[in-house]
């Protein structure tokens, strides 16, 4: 099978959404004066919609969604800002993780890297070259955009007819990120694939399949379409579910709890992961958390545990440890938690790699278990570097 986008989450490491109040998610999120001012003074680009033919709101009957795990052929990111000045960050740490996470990505496969002006590129290759991991395998898309959340805003690739034809999925993201909404469409213009829209608000950080039409998401995405705010209107519980398998190709779909305590995204990828159409890795807390989201995940892992994979045999499920704060020690209650919510979970897979989030550089952070993280993970999916 191949495989023709993973877009990625780059936001590894320590890098945590905001926590919310209320129903904390994305949709949630308000951006600060200071973003807005930012933002003020980003390019400004038309719909991509506008003089466009080939986008549809007509999924194609045979289209099928691969898995993460599959032949990836190119993966996406968006490069960072240096906010708030102008240009890509290619001064701090944050810029050190992307030129780091670019490098391994370029090894397995062609890196499509979104900048918002074109005199970014040349400081992006003269920092990666400084680095002694100079661009070898990458393609550079100048376009608008808000922030760096890929992977939730990213298009989601499918395969089509006879040929393996390639489509975009083109979902909505949540207000307030309305460049980011359009990253989707702009990318199919550029590269001539089918553009499938849909007004179903929902993001990739919340989305996995295991490639046989069989998919998982947290019920965050039912909460906000059934909702008042959606500017399609509430849709029913049932209107909700019905897009979802259509959109996602998907004949059997596991909703599944969305978490209360994961720094503000709702998304099932904080937690559990397809790392093939029989194995899943699912965090696990400690029992001295007492946090409601110990007794949600606890939930789920029984609940995958009475399901059958593709195959029709019960699911391998590693459980993953919940990583602790830099110390040594775990947070225990929900507020602690959501304030900086981490993962061993949500990796990356792109062909014969793994890139999982960790939180110790070797002089700080809880090395022990990164390491014991590490070997599990390993264990998990055995030939990966």
Not at 18 to 44: D, H, M, N
Not at 309 to 328: A, C, E, S
Request: proline share 6%.
């Amino acid at each position: 099978m191949r495989k023709q986008f993973l877009f990625a989450c780059v936001a590894f490491a320590s890098l945590s959404a905001q926590a919310q109040t209320q129903y904390r998610y994305p949709w949630r999120i308000k951006p600060t004066a200071e973003e807005l001012e930012y933002r003020k003074t980003l390019p400004q680009q038309a719909s991509p919609y506008a003089n466009k033919t080939t986008a549809t709101y007509t999924m194609p009957t045979d289209a099928r969604v691969p898995g993460e795990f599959e032949e990836s052929q190119a993966v996406s990111i968006a490069w960072v800002d240096n906010f708030p000045g102008p240009g890509p960050d290619v001064t701090t740490e944050y810029g050190d993780l992307w030129a780091k996470m670019t490098d391994i990505i370029q090894k397995e496969c062609t890196v499509w890297i979104r900048i918002k002006a074109g005199a970014d590129s040349n400081a992006i290759k003269t920092f990666m070259a400084s680095k002694g991991t100079p661009l070898t395998n990458y393609k550079f898309h100048v376009m608008v955009g808000d922030d760096f959340w890929i992977r939730d805003y990213g298009p989601i690739g499918f395969y089509y007819g006879a040929n393996d034809d390639i489509g975009l999925l083109d979902m909505n993201y949540y207000p307030g990120r309305d460049n980011d909404n359009l990253y989707p469409g702009l990318l199919a213009g550029v590269t001539g694939y089918l553009d499938v829209k849909t007004n179903l608000y929902a993001e990739g950080g919340n989305f996995f399949t295991d490639g046989f039409h069989n998919s998982f998401h947290s019920n965050v995405i039912e909460s906000v379409n059934t909702g008042s705010n959606p500017q399609h209107g509430p849709w029913t519980t049932a209107q909700t579910q019905d897009t979802i398998k259509y959109v996602w190709a998907s004949t059997n779909v596991t909703s599944t709890p969305t978490l209360r305590c994961d720094g503000g995204t709702g998304h099932n990828d904080m937690y559990m992961k397809l790392m093939d159409e029989n194995t899943m890795a699912i965090m696990e807390y400690p029992s001295v958390v007492t946090a409601q989201d110990r007794t949600i995940i606890q939930n789920v892992i029984t609940t995958v545990a009475g399901m059958k994979n593709v195959y029709g045999k019960p699911y391998r499920i590693y459980k993953v440890p919940m990583p602790t704060q830099d110390n040594g020690d775990t947070f225990k209650i929900c507020n602690d938690i959501d304030g900086d919510a981490r993962t061993f979970v949500n990796g990356l897979t792109v062909n014969k790699t793994y890139l999982m989030p960790t939180y110790s550089d070797g002089t700080s952070g809880n090395q022990a278990q990164t390491t014991a993280a590490t070997n599990l993970f390993k264990q998990i999916a055995p030939g990966y570097t």
